[in-house]
């Protein structure tokens, strides 16, 4: 099956600094989403990004699909930024997310 | 619109018992998926259902199963519970630009 990667598997930050998080998969894919995962467990869809970049406020996300690979960028980080970042993938005709371990996120104040 | 609805919120059970926890999707989507999630890790894949029929299984014991109602909501059974199935369950619904996940059901087996 797919292979997901995802680096660092954790990052300290002051508040205000940027950061990049990758994910690196293993074959072709149809879905790649990222989601943050916040203290409480909720799994809250950052981006539906297949391929090409998308912006949202602070954050943005490139997929590159001929490489395998996905980064997401965090600009002006907020203590509320903290929690774990997920990357999941979801092969061709497989009607499943196959998520990385996750990049566990501290934002200090 | 209301989101991906799961209940219960929290669960404390006996190893040996039965649970069941329900999900409601997105209003106009048809497809809701399954996944646990243990402490430290990301969530596994376990089941998916669309128009009430199985469209695809993780890698969980007979244990585990699932069924979907003709109004989409789903419900996930897990029978002859052990203390490895301590986690959170999360169930996402679908329909063509990604997966939408609720806030999870955290099963505690004791």
């Known amino acids: 099956g797919i292979q997901v990667e995802q680096s660092p598997p954790d990052l300290i930050l002051q508040e205000g600094a940027n950061s990049t998080l990758r994910c690196n998969f293993s074959d072709s894919v149809n879905n790649l989403q990222w989601f943050h995962q916040n203290p409480w467990g909720q799994l809250i869809n950052l981006f539906y990004?297949?391929?090409g970049t998308k912006q949202n406020g602070r954050l943005s996300a490139t997929t590159v699909a001929t490489e395998r690979y996905s980064l997401l960028y965090i600009s002006s980080s907020q203590t509320t930024d903290s929690g774990v970042y997920f990357c999941a993938v979801e092969g061709d005709s497989s009607y499943k997310l196959i998520f990385g371990s996750g990049t566990r996120l501290l934002v200090r104040p | 619109d209301a989101g991906v609805t799961q209940s219960p919120t929290h669960l404390i059970k006996t190893r040996g018992q039965h649970v069941t926890l329900r999900c409601s999707p997105i209003?106009?989507?048809?497809?809701v998926s399954w996944y646990q999630q243990v402490l430290g890790q990301g969530p596994q894949f376990i089941f998916q259902y669309y128009e009430k029929e199985e469209r695809g299984r993780g890698n969980f014991p007979d244990r585990f199963s699932a069924r979907q109602f003709p109004n989409y909501s789903s419900e996930l059974n897990v029978n002859a519970l052990l203390l490895g199935d301590s986690a959170l369950y999360l169930c996402?619904?679908?329909?063509?630009?990604?997966?939408?996940f609720g806030s999870g059901t955290r099963l505690t087996v004791v």
């Open positions: 996402a619904s679908s329909l063509y630009t990604g997966y939408t």
């Open positions: 990004i297949p391929s």
């Open positions: 209003s106009g989507h048809k497809s």
